[in-house]
């Protein structure tokens, strides 16, 4: 099920009830009861609530939002780094230039086609990921430069491996939500306590308070709904966050997906 069409449902499914709640509780409101008024108590702590849980989803998704900006940086330093050790591998006789780029190409395809799909789901990466990653850096550190351009690409062949090499470890170590549990749990209960709280400022009938109230409970469920959605650095759903790759790396990205 696409991710847009939980949300739409998602928020259709809690404006339905909150606008169900209200005509419902309106309709058996005592004759005697002043729904003009609402004490100043119940609207100073409804505000202050909503200024609580406001600060705290707020705070939530700017930790969810920088955790996916580093994974994705993450991401292009390995494929940038990668796609550096290709070129530079030109100055190599043909033998081994096409034996470095098909050991880089092979690892492409390997992330891309099955260590994403792990990452999405929440499973941790393969380790054939690392195997061919050192077999890639056994290979160049073995090739003994034969000129002064050889010696010259030698060591910025290694930083570039290196580099690869550490990004993976960044990628395959951040691939797991970025909120505890208790920050959840503290998220949708602040989310119900305070759609709840909105029952308690007499609210009418009327289209204007109805819709406001609509309104307010679909914000809530999309606030939510996009810290859960960026709590995956990865995404939850296709290989979109592998687009470094795809870019560099185009007619391996083909082969993995066929």
Known sequence: MSEWLVLAIAMALVCALVLTITVVRHRRVADDEDTSETPDVIEYMTMMVGVVYA?????????????????????RREAQSLYEV??????????????IRGEVDAYVSHTVSVDWPRLVSGRD?????????????T???????????????????LDHIAAADDARHSRTQSDESTLPGVVWFGLVVGG??????IFTLQIRRSGRELLLAGLFSALIVFLLFMVWSFDA????DGTDSAEPFQELFPAQSVTASR
């Open 233 to 236: 650095p990865y995404g939850r």
């Open 55 to 75: 600060i705290v989803l707020g705070l939530a998704i700017a930790g969810v939002w920088e955790a996916r900006g580093a994974a994705e940086d993450s991401v």
């Open 192 to 197: 119900i306590v305070t759609i709840g709280l």
């Open 86 to 99: 290709t070129q530079r591998a030109d100055v190599y006789p043909a033998p081994v230039r096409d034996r």
């Open 139 to 157: 290979d160049v550190t073995h090739q003994s430069p034969a000129n002064e351009l050889q010696a010259q690409a030698y060591q910025p062949l």
């Open 125 to 137: 990466a393969s380790a054939e990921g690392a195997q061919l990653l050192g077999k890639l850096r």
